[in-house]
C-alpha cells in the first residue's frame, strides 16, 4: 500500500500563505490521481483538492481561488499552495492517492500535518 508522508503546516497567520508538501513511497506514483484532504475538530474528513495523473484539477468551494493543488513525480511528491487563510481552514491536512476521482483513496492515511490559522 502506499505510504505518504506530509509536512508543511504550523501556527500561521490569517491571511498566511503555506505550502504543504506530500510524498509518496510509490515507484509509480505518476499513475496516481492525488487529493488533499482536511479535517476540522468535530468534522469529517472532506476532500480541498485533487489533481489527476494528468494534470488536471479540482477543488472545494470553499477553497477554490485560495489553494493551488501542483505535483513533481520526479520526486513523488504533491503540494498545496495555500494563500489567504482564514480560521475555518484550520485542520489537519492529509493526502492520499486516488485511481479516480469517484473512487476512494487506495493508499494510507499518514498522521497529516495540522495548520492553525491565527486571527
Known amino acids: 500500500q502506499v505510504q505518504l508522508v506530509e509536512s508543511g503546516g504550523g501556527l500561521v497567520q490569517s491571511g498566511g500563505s503555506p505550502r504543504l508538501s506530500c510524498v509518496a513511497s510509490?515507484?509509480?506514483?505518476?499513475?496516481?490521481?492525488m487529493g488533499w484532504y482536511r479535517q476540522a475538530p468535530g468534522k469529517q474528513r472532506e476532500l480541498v483538492a485533487f489533481?489527476?495523473?494528468?494534470?488536471?484539477?479540482n477543488y472545494a468551494d470553499s477553497v477554490k481561488g485560495r489553494f493551488t493543488i501542483s505535483r513533481d513525480n520526479a520526486k513523488r511528491a504533491g503540494y498545496l499552495q495555500m494563500n489567504s487563510l482564514k480560521s475555518e481552514d484550520t485542520a489537519v491536512y492529509y493526502c492520499?492517492?486516488?485511481?479516480?476521482?469517484?473512487?476512494?483513496?487506495?493508499?494510507?492515511w499518514g498522521q497529516g500535518t495540522q495548520v492553525t490559522v491565527s486571527s
Open positions: 489533481i489527476t495523473a494528468g494534470g488536471s484539477t
Open positions: 510509490a515507484s509509480l506514483f505518476r499513475n496516481y490521481d
Open positions: 492520499n492517492v486516488h485511481l479516480g476521482l469517484s473512487r476512494p483513496p487506495v493508499g494510507s
